[in-house]
């Protein structure tokens, strides 16, 4: 077959090729890229949403709602929304009220597109998660890990490091007798997270993979181990029913320290700036 020829062969099968895919119908393609991206959404939401609403989409009782045969997870506009948005309770899932925080979670518009794409297969039935995901799950989920309160509190005012290097809690929040002296006061007050939370259990799969957007650049390389969790647990569960503190920021004291100081300097200065060159020679002997 001489050069002419094989150019001709080729370009009859790359003309045929392209007729077969302009032939193909619409909805395979579609169902291509519906897979592609679950598959996606499926590792999204291991990383991202797992820890609280659990692999298999069942939730914490008492703290977070399941995913499971909920029949909201199927309208998508609504799933979009919370991801993007965030969530406050009250609400009512199958029959039980919880009253829990979901901040928004920082993900692209890509990201976000997969992720709803694979929750609104919870809502027919709990799906078996993929095995390309990377399930994340709640450290006690199977065995929980029983804290101690003491080196909580110390883990959260920082005299007790993070084994990886996170930041201490105080120095973003309060909790307990542990006021802003400990801080200022960037985050909330966590005197009563274990209890809005949903307790050892909501509180756990928080820490386990925190959703904050403050957070999460802060944790992302940094995660709690299970027996850190643990402890800060133990410590904010007795927080709960500590006497409030001073609840004095810190910040605030040295700001008006320092402003004082300013003014005080500013009006001396001025004494001696109002006396005109008349008085100076006056007072000269």
């Not at 499971?68 to 199927?74: G, H, K, L, Q, S």
């Not at 006021?179 to 005197?191: C, I, R, S």
Request: aromatic share 6%.
């Amino acid at each position: 077959m001489n050069r002419i020829a094989r150019f001709a062969l080729v370009g009859l099968l790359a003309l045929l090729a392209a007729v077969a895919l302009a032939q193909m119908p619409p909805a395979a393609s579609a169902r291509a890229a519906t897979f592609q991206s679950v598959e996606e959404g499926a590792q999204i939401y291991a990383s991202n949403c797992a820890a609280c609403h659990q692999a298999n989409g069942e939730g914490i009782a008492g703290a977070f709602p399941p995913l499971a045969d909920n029949p909201r997870v199927a309208d998508v506009a609504y799933v979009e929304s919370v991801v993007r948005e965030g969530l406050s309770g009250p609400i009512e899932v199958l029959g039980v009220s919880y009253d829990s925080t979901m901040p928004a979670v920082a993900l692209s518009d890509d990201e976000v597109s997969a992720v709803v794409a694979y929750v609104t297969t919870f809502a027919g039935s709990e799906p078996s998660t993929p095995t390309t995901a990377t399930t994340a799950t709640s450290p006690s989920a199977e065995e929980p890990i029983a804290g101690d309160p003491d080196r909580g509190h110390d883990l959260f005012v920082g005299s007790a490091s993070f084994a990886n290097g996170g930041p201490a809690c105080a120095a973003c929040h309060a909790a307990g007798t542990v006021d802003g002296l400990g801080g200022p006061g960037l985050g909330p007050d966590l005197t009563v997270a274990f209890d809005r939370l949903g307790g050892e259990a909501g509180l756990t799969g928080w820490l386990a993979n925190p959703p904050s957007p403050v957070m999460i650049p802060l944790f992302v390389d940094k995660s709690l181990a299970d027996d850190e969790i643990a402890d800060v647990v133990a410590y904010l569960g007795e927080a709960r029913n500590a006497p409030p503190g001073s609840k004095v920021d810190l910040m605030t004291l040295i700001g008006l320290a320092g402003a004082a100081i300013l003014f005080g300097g500013l009006a001396i200065a001025s004494r001696g700036l109002r006396r005109t060159y008349v008085e100076r020679l006056r007072s000269k002997p």
